[in-house]
């Protein structure tokens, strides 16, 4: 079961380092913002 989950991820990071797109980015800018947000409570 994790070994199948982690190839996924795998193929998932393959396909990130091609093109990433702006959807993504903001994905990860608001978690991080969140993230920053969460922290500081």
Do not use: D, N, P, S
Request: aromatic share 8%; hydrophobic share 20%.
């Amino acid at each position: 079961m994790r070994r199948i989950k982690k190839e996924k991820y795998r193929h998932r990071g393959l396909l990130k380092q091609k093109r990433i797109t702006k959807a993504e980015c903001k994905g990860k800018e608001r978690k991080r913002k969140y993230k920053k947000w969460e922290m500081q409570k």
